[in-house]
């Protein structure tokens, strides 16, 4: 029964995905608001809500190693496996904009989040934790970038009003689309639910640990929507949804999951974790010099960015 439920949570995933990506891009359309914008909101968030359901509620359990760990777990796959898989498929053209605005600002959501755990380095301090006041200074970020959103999204539309809206709209139902990607993402987030319950049961019959099955399981599960959401984009080459997504999620998963779970409780840091948010930043810095070249992320580059997370899966399991 474990192995069925498996597959209808991995059926529900990819039938919800192409929903929820025809939904978003047709919206985009409606809207005049370019498909990347729609990628960094609704897409992002949207498919990031796992995330946060995890994190903050392993905060309110006080399970601050599983909150903590979940995000910057997600995070790495989806910089690495999610757009590696993607780019794999179809190669992502990357916008300007998201090589000067968008991945810098995810990086330095990435860098403040290093800042804020790093207490005993730079407070000398006995412990590391997230503290309330910093989980404040997380959504203090977070508001910051839902504002450049909106200036952008006002920007979009208004260079959208000297172009023909009857073009622009025709043939697009705004209420069976919302429909449309309402009802994908509920299909894409019970349907991840089903898998990371399912797979996790399943490995745990096979000797697994809790530690690993959070590890492993946990963070790819969390991540589920991501890979299915961008690999369907991909497909339809919808690049900028695609890689809109990963940008939009990350910086959500940090400074909005992390900040809300720290503000609900503090969450206690284990010094391990310092190296995996050393090593997000460094492959952040690897995704932004790639966007960078020919501004697209080629075929090759993305098999790089699949076996960077296949070798970090081996010094996790090695590590723990």
């Known amino acids: 029964m474990t192995y069925i439920l498996l597959l209808v949570g991995f059926a529900l995933l990819i039938k919800g995905a192409d929903y929820f990506v025809e939904g978003a891009s047709k919206i985009a359309q409606s809207l005049r608001v370019s498909p990347l914008l729609i990628g960094l909101t609704i897409v992002a968030f949207g498919t990031s809500s796992p995330e946060a359901t995890v994190s903050i509620i392993a905060a309110l359990e006080e399970n601050a190693g599983v909150a903590i760990g979940n995000v910057v777990g997600s995070n790495i796959f989806n910089i690495t496996f999610v757009v590696g898989i993607a780019a794999f498929l179809n190669p992502l053209k990357v916008e300007s904009e998201t090589i000067r605005k968008e991945i810098p600002f995810t990086?330095?959501?990435s860098v403040a989040l290093l800042v804020l755990i790093s207490d005993v380095s730079l407070e000398m301090l006995s412990d590391n934790f997230i503290t309330r006041s910093d989980g404040l200074v997380l959504l203090l970020f977070f508001a910051i970038f839902l504002y450049y959103i909106f200036e952008v999204a006002r920007n979009s539309r208004e260079q959208a009003k000297g172009k023909d809206e009857s073009v622009a709209t025709e043939g697009i139902s705004k209420g069976k689309n919302i429909l449309f990607t309402l009802g994908g993402l509920a299909a894409i987030i019970f349907g991840g639910d089903m898998v990371v319950d399912n797979a996790r049961e399943i490995a745990l019959s096979f000797g697994m640990s809790e530690t690993l099955v959070g590890l492993t399981i946990v963070a790819i599960g969390t991540s589920l929507p991501e890979l299915i959401t961008s690999i369907t984009a991909a497909i339809k080459k919808e690049s900028e949804i695609a890689l809109g997504n990963i940008v939009g999620s990350n910086i959500f998963n940090i400074l909005f999951v992390l900040g809300s779970a720290s503000v609900?409780?503090?969450?206690?840091?284990?010094?391990?974790?310092?190296?995996?948010?050393?090593?997000?930043?460094?492959?952040?810095?690897?995704?932004?010099?790639?966007?960078?070249?020919?501004?697209?992320?080629?075929?090759?580059?993305?098999?790089?960015?699949?076996?960077?997370?296949?070798?970090?899966?081996?010094y996790i399991i090695i590590r723990n």
């Not at 190296?275 to 492959?283: A, E, K, P, Q, R």
């Open 107 to 109: 990086l330095l959501a």
């Open 264 to 314: 609900i409780s503090p969450l206690a840091v284990d010094s391990a974790i310092l190296t995996d948010v050393l090593l997000m930043i460094g492959l952040t810095v690897v995704l932004l010099f790639f966007s960078r070249t020919h501004y697209k992320i080629g075929k090759s580059e993305g098999i790089i960015l699949a076996v960077a997370y296949v070798l970090y899966m081996v």
